[in-house]
């Protein structure tokens, strides 16, 4: 048997070898299409169930055996695309939120220089704040803001709070401070799948004002699909877009490891989920994230990493076919 026969076997077993995201190169992003990064930050979520900061090496570990074409696009995005792991932010204060969301945003700016698309595991969703503040403005998005593609149980919209238990620029406020900064442009983004079960009425006034397009689940539900989806087209057409993906948008029986389940209400199931981020296939996807992660609490078989590894493969591989057709 050959040598590139015997590692192509190898490269089958989970167990061996160095473990990359998706058995990437590991190398830096100069040269690249796409930059895959790990983002292990936990403090951000402000509550006690701080292990998120696990989720990119739970996720190095099941994506070595994922799959490796897509089928529905019958494309082989390590093929289609130069795609590298450039590892992990570092961030050696890690119990100091704002400082870990500054070194987030030096890490990204230097993705960014390189004019790679950075698809990030994380770690909580305070990690989107460090990375937007980066991409947004910035080179991959032609020095303009980003219109995101938010898919979440929550709005991270929190204004009415000062701070998440001392995180200041927390998993709960970066739709807003992005939004102040003009990172994002609310007016052309979407949050979609809110379920979230609020301790006040007006939870979702706040992306309400600053000109958020709010799809909740139950308007989710009541519309149908198709029709978000034809929304999603409209609002984001055109635009640098921005993906970012709270595991907890899923329903819990799927993905049962998450910072903050929200079990009250029938979440997304995977094909759903995967049908409105195809939305977006085609466009100007210059990013995206998948967040919330607890690798500590879930089953013995890894399911919300598999899960979590599924979506990720969805956005590299709709990334790596633009990549392709504008070659």
Not at 149 to 170: P, Q, R
Not at 237 to 262: H, Q, S
Not at 304 to 317: G, H, K, Q, R
Request: net charge negative.
């Amino acid at each position: 048997m050959s040598d590139a026969y015997q590692k192509s076997m190898m490269d089958n077993l989970y167990w061996w070898g160095v473990p990359t995201l998706f058995r990437c190169e590991h190398r830096d992003a100069e040269g690249q299409d796409i930059a895959l990064v790990g983002v292990p930050h936990s403090t951000g979520n402000g509550t006690t169930e701080r292990d998120q900061h696990l989720g990119p090496r739970a996720l190095r570990n099941v994506s070595s055996i994922f799959r490796r074409v897509h089928g529905g696009f019958q494309l082989d995005p390590w093929k289609a695309a130069k795609i590298v792991d450039v590892g992990d932010v570092p961030l050696p204060r890690a119990n100091d939120n704002e400082a870990c969301v500054g070194q987030i945003t030096e890490f990204y700016h230097r993705i960014d220089a390189a004019g790679a698309r950075p698809i990030s595991i994380g770690g909580d969703h305070s990690i989107t704040g460090g990375i937007v503040q980066a991409i947004g403005k910035g080179r991959i998005s032609g020095g303009g803001p980003v219109s995101f593609l938010h898919l979440d149980a929550h709005t991270d919209v929190f204004t009415k709070l000062d701070h998440f238990l001392g995180a200041e620029k927390s998993a709960a406020h970066w739709g807003a401070y992005l939004a102040d900064q003009g990172q994002v442009d609310p007016k052309s983004s979407m949050q979609i799948g809110l379920r979230g079960h609020p301790r006040t009425l007006d939870w979702l006034e706040p992306s309400y004002g600053y000109g958020y397009n709010v799809v909740t689940m139950k308007e989710f539900r009541k519309r149908g699909i198709e029709d978000v989806i034809g929304q999603i087209k409209d609002v984001l057409d055109g635009k640098p877009i921005y993906i970012t993906f709270d595991l907890d948008c899923l329903d819990p029986t799927i993905a049962p490891a998450v910072a903050n389940l929200e079990p009250g209400e029938r979440g997304f199931n995977i094909d759903e989920a995967v049908t409105l981020l195809h939305a977006v296939r085609g466009m100007n996807i210059v990013g995206g994230d998948i967040v919330c992660m607890m690798p500590t609490k879930d089953s013995p078989n890894q399911i919300t990493a598999l899960t979590a590894a599924a979506v990720m493969f969805e956005m590299i591989s709709m990334v790596a076919e633009t990549v392709a057709k504008s070659a």
